[in-house]
């Protein structure tokens, strides 16, 4: 099982991006899926989850300016990204709660990260 995200880059404050995350693989099926940040020097945390149900959370700190979504057709999800601020900076990791064929429980699986740089 793999998850590949993308869209990552450098953008000014009040732009936008959408990363993407897709999970490929011996996939049975996939629970909830997400999106955590680390800026340097900080702990991860997390930025938006989405159940396979479609219920979503968010950090308090991107209420009203992410959005979060995903498409189980395709084992994907998304972050679009609007009004972005310097303090967003980050490597954002995606991440999958699933079962993989062959396995009795789920596990946690996490992409490699895409870096946002919001910077004038």
């Known amino acids: 099982v793999q998850l590949q995200a993308s869209g990552g880059g450098l953008v000014q404050p009040g732009g936008s991006l959408r990363l993407s995350c897709a999970a490929s693989g011996s996939i049975f099926s996939i629970n909830a899926m997400g999106w955590y940040r680390q800026a340097p020097g900080k702990q991860r945390d997390m930025v938006a989850t989405i159940t396979s149900g479609g219920n979503t959370n968010y950090a308090d700190s991107v209420k009203g300016r992410f959005t979060i979504s995903r498409d189980n057709a395709k084992n994907t999800v998304y972050l679009q990204m609007n009004s972005l601020k310097p303090e967003d900076t980050a490597v954002y990791y995606c991440?999958?709660?699933?079962?993989?064929?062959?396995?009795?429980?789920?596990?946690?699986?996490w992409g490699k990260g895409t870096l946002v740089t919001v910077s004038s």
């Open positions: 991440h999958a709660d699933l079962y993989a064929y062959g396995s009795f429980e789920a596990k946690d699986y």
